[in-house]
């Protein structure tokens, strides 16, 4: 093809300006051809989540509450003031957080135990690979229920363990149960992308480990850990995000009582129990800066890449 | 330093296959020795089992004297280099070399001076910041050869190490390992599936098949003396020629002619210890242009006339090919010694006959064309084992 156009090239030398005019034609069109295939994910990904960002952003920075529709204003960055000056919020961001690191920190290390686990299992791989993944199929809600029922005082089976308790009225024991809820639950999900990882590190590798000398341990930390970092560090992203919008184990189990709610819950109460749409905007836009910050250290000060980029598992 | 006893070693999978046979073999102090044989012959799965990778099922390995078979392959102190080089990626070339004297613990001094002079010995100074993922193929070969031979081991495993190099590098790394072998002295078992490397490179050859080995011997005396029709087949570049014969009426009938046969191999044939059916092997190189061969020793040979079908001309010499009547020589080793080359497929009827003739030759492509082959060089197999009958306490007599 190229041989062709420099043949044509040659012969319309002193057309060369028209010609010039024409190829730029062709690549403009080619590039209306380019936005308008990509026309539609755009417009879809504008109306779905640019739209509500910048609506709730919008919503923030205003006095409204649908109990006092006439009370409506733009009032700046005072919403902000009020929450973040607020006991309430930093209560459930501190659960927020202590949950997020004590769940995203045990499934790590689950995770892991659980992937090798998978890895090396050489009979019934398949039967070890799905029944590892049943906590991750089963609806959050529904699991939760069940863990509810279990720890109900008198007739669930984990409450009788403990005689004359109740676990979910207290605060502390409260927040352990939602964190063995949502380990039980995503540890699963950790062990899979992990185990996409250990199928990173070349079987040679830890030969060759072996035969310099490595004992078990060392050929985990020093060989197998550093060539699935890519991996491990985009499993941790993807926890530390879900983790910190923890809502549903919560809702079920405690509903936020005894101080044990998390900002999603907080925002829930606000937005949709108390109907006041500035406050609960301004804590959404505060839990989406929160997760911005987490997904931004973690890519530019960790180096996670995304996965199938070109910088993931390229050696 | 220390010499390797493999004493009946053996390796069954739990499904029953079996890998390696009942191998003896006897590595001395020092010595370069080769285990060559075509994919899946064992090579690896025995040098894996010296090397602890891999556990023995019988048989017991001894290293300096000491039984080594329950050892972890980090309580052996030997060092292996892989054919991926299993370099580690998230470290430097300094880092890479430094891991097993790392993990050894020794002082920092100690670690930076063995690292150095590793570095210099394989001409790696100046990468050694770098890490293995900006490095050529082979530097990165030279990166996993100075990390087995920065801690002194006792012996180096070497698996395939050249086989992921262009051919051009090939060749220059094998000077390389050959010259470093030497100069440390140190033990060394390398395991490869080129013939070519085996031959050059080793002091003793042992060829494998099947997990059995063929024969142990220095590679002159396996091109000269091969035991048997799957070493002689598989050592050797191009391979040597197989035709079937047929011993009557005092005389071997051959597609190449009537060769007369001598007294040794006349007695055999009455005892039965030779067959009447047989396979006659001919390496190129026993060739000659009938115009080039002197009287003396044209006695010595035989001459034949056959259609030329192709003329490589290599400078110092000439492949020709011929085509000669009659069947093609078989046998199971040396289907599979085909299978291996991947000529299995090759259409049959009538023979090719690959020769080697001097550069002088006039011989041209197209018609027939006279050629002299050596029958003091020829060899005699018998197609139901394999074994070479001109073998004559272990030295080939030829037919006489």
């Not at chain 1, 730029?24 to 051809?33: I, Q, V």
């Not at chain 2, 892989?82 to 430097?92: E, G, H, I, K, R």
């Not at chain 2, 495993?157 to 100069?183: F, G, I, W, Y």
Request: proline residues 4%.
């Amino acid at each position: 093809m190229s041989a062709t156009s420099t043949a044509a090239k040659h012969r319309a030398q002193p057309l060369s300006r028209a010609e010039k005019a024409r190829l730029s034609e062709g690549k403009r069109a080619e590039r209306r051809l380019g936005w308008l295939l990509c026309a539609p994910a755009a417009i879809v990904m504008v109306a779905v989540t640019a739209y509500p960002i910048l609506y709730s952003v919008w919503l923030s920075l205003q006095r409204y509450d649908l109990k006092f529709p006439d009370d409506r204003e733009f009032v700046g960055l005072s919403n902000y003031v009020t929450v973040l000056g607020n006991q309430y919020w930093w209560t459930a961001f501190g659960v927020t957080m202590l949950i997020t690191v004590v769940t995203v920190v045990v499934e790590l290390v689950l995770g892991m135990a659980l992937a090798l686990v998978m890895h090396r299992t050489l009979v019934g791989r398949g039967i070890v690979r799905t029944s590892a993944l049943i906590p991750y199929g089963i609806v959050t809600v529904v699991a939760a229920f069940s863990w509810r029922y279990a720890w109900t005082p008198g007739t669930g089976y984990l409450a009788n363990l403990f005689s004359d308790s109740a676990p979910l009225t207290e605060r502390a024991s409260s927040l352990a149960i939602i964190m063995l809820a949502e380990i039980w639950k995503t540890t699963p999900f950790m062990a899979l992308l992990l185990m996409a990882g250990l199928a990173l590190v070349p079987e040679d590798l830890l030969k060759a480990a072996a035969m310099d000398g490595a004992t078990a341990w060392q050929r985990f930390t020093k060989v197998m850990l550093p060539v699935m970092k890519p991996a491990i560090l985009v499993a941790l992203l993807f926890r530390t995000l879900d983790a910190f919008r923890v809502f549903d184990n919560i809702y079920v189990l405690t509903a936020g009582a005894n101080e044990t709610s998390s900002v999603s819950m907080l925002a829930y109460n606000n937005l949709i129990k108390g109907l006041n749409l500035g406050i609960g905007s301004t804590m959404s836009v505060l839990i989406f800066l929160t997760v911005a910050i987490i997904a931004f250290v973690f890519v530019k000060l960790f180096g996670t890449a995304a996965p199938g980029s070109s910088e993931e598992g390229r050696r | 330093m220390a010499d390797i006893v493999l004493d009946k070693v053996g390796k069954q999978y739990p499904d029953g296959t079996v890998a390696v046979r009942d191998v003896d073999l006897e590595i001395a102090d020092g010595e370069f020795v080769i285990l060559v044989g075509p994919s899946g012959c064992g090579k690896s799965t025995l040098l894996n089992m010296i090397a602890g990778l891999e556990d023995i099922s019988s048989g017991e390995l001894r290293i300096g004297g000491e039984r080594m078979n329950e050892k972890a392959p980090r309580d052996r102190d030997i060092a292996m280099v892989f054919q991926s080089y299993a370099l580690y990626p998230n470290m430097t070339v300094r880092e890479n070399m430094a891991f097993p004297l790392r993990l050894a613990k020794l002082d920092k001094a100690t670690i930076d001076e063995k690292v150095a002079e590793a570095a210099k010995v394989l001409e790696l100074t100046e990468l050694l910041e770098r890490k293995p993922a900006n490095l050529s193929g082979g530097q990165r070969q030279r990166v996993a050869m100075g990390r087995a031979i920065v801690r002194s081991p006792k012996a180096f495993l070497m698996d395939e190490p050249l086989s992921n190099l262009d051919a051009k590098l090939r060749v220059q790394m094998r000077t390389v390992v050959s010259r470093l072998q030497k100069r440390l002295g140190t033990t060394t078992v390398y395991v490869t599936h080129d013939q070519t490397e085996a031959m050059t490179l080793g002091d003793r050859v042992v060829v494998l098949r099947a997990g059995v080995v063929q024969q142990v011997g220095d590679p002159q005396t396996l091109y000269d003396h091969p035991a048997n029709l799957f070493v002689a087949g598989f050592i050797g570049s191009p391979a040597m020629n197989f035709l079937s014969a047929r011993a009557l009426d005092g005389a071997l009938r051959t597609a190449l002619g009537d060769v007369p046969i001598g007294d040794r191999l006349r007695g055999m044939l009455e005892r039965g210890e030779a067959p009447q059916e047989m396979i006659l092997g001919v390496r190129p190189e026993h060739f000659e242009d009938a115009a080039l061969v002197d009287e003396a020793a044209r006695a010595k040979g035989r001459e034949f006339e056959a259609p030329v079908e192709l003329v490589e001309s290599m400078g110092s010499d000439k492949y020709v090919y011929l085509t000669v009547e009659g069947e093609r020589a078989s046998s199971a080793e040396l289907e599979e010694l085909a299978a291996d080359a991947g000529a299995a497929d090759l259409p049959a009827g009538g023979a090719n006959l690959v020769t080697r003739l001097s550069a002088e030759s006039r011989v041209r492509e197209g018609g027939p064309y006279k050629v002299w082959f050596n029958l003091e060089k020829i060899h005699l197999f018998d197609p139901s084992d394999g074994r070479n009958i001109t073998l004559h306490e272990g030295r080939a007599a030829g037919i006489s």
